[in-house]
């Protein structure tokens, strides 16, 4: 019995071991599943990649469009966030996961370091891993989730910039050339959908004199005239408040009886008034360039508030957030400058006589000499405008003011090139031999000043 039972398991061994035809499919099947879930894993996870890649780039993409408008507008968290989102719409719009990340979607603003650092993350499911359900409990979940951050530098910076430009009788037939010119600066460095603005441009258009406009009465005191003209005396190459001395001390600021219609437009970020400043240009008179310079001096001072309006005082000198610069431009020398004089009433109507002087004699007191604030005529890189003009660029620099410097005009050794090549900084300075050169030096300044303040 024993010996029956031992041959007979022999046998079913015997025959397991010859039958090998049934052995192979289930090893196959097995293999199958494992080889499906790891071509099916690769695929959810490349799947997962290319949606990480495609948020990241969204984000880049964001942030990037954030921070330049930062960089030129103060925003509040509302616009921020909807800047973000429409950002995300433009560039996830084929995405599944698109409202997710929207929701998701978060940011800081580093104010101090001029940082804004957004984030996201979203899920994607998996084809291949869930397989109905069957076994993702035990070979992996449902759905993959994916985010990604970027971090971009923008600008903490104010900008301050004062165009002093002319429009002196030699410019009449560039005046529009001149006009497309301005409007450049302002397109590029304060944006059309720009708010809020962190740059502001004052225009400051000179001739013989600068037209102070509805200001003038309150700078000058008691002359008829909106045409200021230089300071004198020991605040002559200061930009100290014109409500510091007194006119007739030899301190304060004068009139001429004649400038361009063109008037002084402070500090300001509104486009449209810019826009319309810079639309209003005309022509008329010499050139007292140094007395454009100072008065564009005085747009950027913080000493002169008891003028302009509240935000159309400059910061102050020790703002380290306030970036402050001076574009200076002129067409040929500078020729006419003011000086105080002491004459008798004989005196006076001698040079009246002789056209030299178009005001009013005071009355006649047997020979008591009073002051008269005479024009001058002088050309020359060594002529008094523009000796004026230089201590002026001088006395600007030295607070810190970036200077920069266009002639237009074919003669690169003029005078008047010559002195834009003083008052400049170094690197700043441009000729325009044309109309298109004209325009490009302005609108390579701009970006100039654009990529300063905003890579600080």
């Known amino acids: 019995m024993r010996f029956q039972l031992f041959k007979s398991f022999g046998q079913h061994v015997r025959r397991l071991k010859s039958s ?15 080889l499906i879930v790891i071509i099916g894993a690769s695929v959810d996870i490349s799947r997962t990649v290319n949606a990480r890649e495609k948020l990241s780039y969204a984000l880049d993409a964001a942030a990037l469009s954030v921070a330049a408008d930062l960089s030129t507008s103060v925003m509040s968290d509302d616009e921020i966030k909807a800047a973000l989102e429409d950002s995300f719409r433009a560039n996830l719009a084929d995405a599944h996961f698109l409202d997710e990340a929207i929701d998701n979607l978060d940011y800081t603003v580093d104010p101090e ?11 994607i499911d998996n084809y291949f891993l869930d397989m109905g359900n069957l ?20 600008s903490k910076f ?14 009449s037939g560039e005046i529009e050339d001149l006009k497309d010119a301005a409007e450049a600066v ?17 225009i400051v258009p000179y001739s013989v004199g600068v037209n102070l406009g509805d200001y003038a009465e309150t700078a000058t005191k008691k002359f008829s005239s909106r045409c200021a003209t230089e300071r004198a005396g020991k605040q002559q190459y200061t930009d100290a408040s014109y409500s510091k001395t007194a006119i007739g001390d030899g301190s304060g600021t004068y009139r001429t009886q004649d400038c361009s219609d063109s008037e002084i437009l402070p500090l300001t970020d509104d486009r449209s008034k810019l826009l319309k ?18 008065w564009g001096w005085y747009t950027l001072s913080p000493n002169w508030s ?46 009246k006589d002789d056209g030299e002087y178009t005001g009013t004699c005071k009355a006649k007191k047997s020979g008591k000499k009073r002051n008269y604030w005479l024009e001058r005529s002088e050309w020359g890189y060594d002529g008094e405008s523009s000796v004026r003009a230089r201590s002026l660029c001088d ?35 441009y000729q325009a031999s044309s109309s298109s050169d004209l325009i490009q030096a302005f609108a390579n300044i701009a970006k100039k000043i654009q990529q300063i303040y905003i890579s600080r």
């Open 277 to 294: 400043a810079i639309g209003d240009l005309e022509t008329d008179g010499y050139t007292a360039g140094h007395t454009g310079i100072g």
């Open 395 to 429: 006395a600007m620099r030295d607070e810190d003011i970036e200077m920069f410097g266009v002639y237009f005009g074919t003669n690169g050794n003029s005078n008047g090139a010559k002195v834009m090549k003083a008052c400049a900084d170094t690197g700043n300075y």
């Open 158 to 171: 104010d900008v301050e910039l004062t165009l002093v430009v002319d429009v002196t009788g030699s410019m």
């Open 306 to 351: 008891d003028l302009w309006p509240s935000g159309s005082v400059g910061a102050a000198y020790t703002d380290e957030d306030v970036l402050k610069f001076a574009l200076i431009m002129t067409d040929g020398d500078f020729n006419t400058h003011y000086e105080k004089v002491k004459m008798t009433y004989t005196e006076c109507e001698k040079l």
């Open 113 to 123: 370091n001029g940082l804004v650092t957004v984030t996201s993350n979203a899920t």
């Open 135 to 154: 076994i993702d409990d035990d070979l992996g979940p449902e759905s993959f989730v994916f985010g990604t951050s970027s971090q971009v530098t923008y």
């Open 20 to 34: 090998r035809e049934g052995s192979v499919l289930p090893i196959f099947a097995i293999c199958a599943v494992f």
């Open 186 to 202: 302002v397109n590029i460095l304060i944006p059309d959908d720009s708010k809020d603005g962190k740059v502001k441009i004052s």
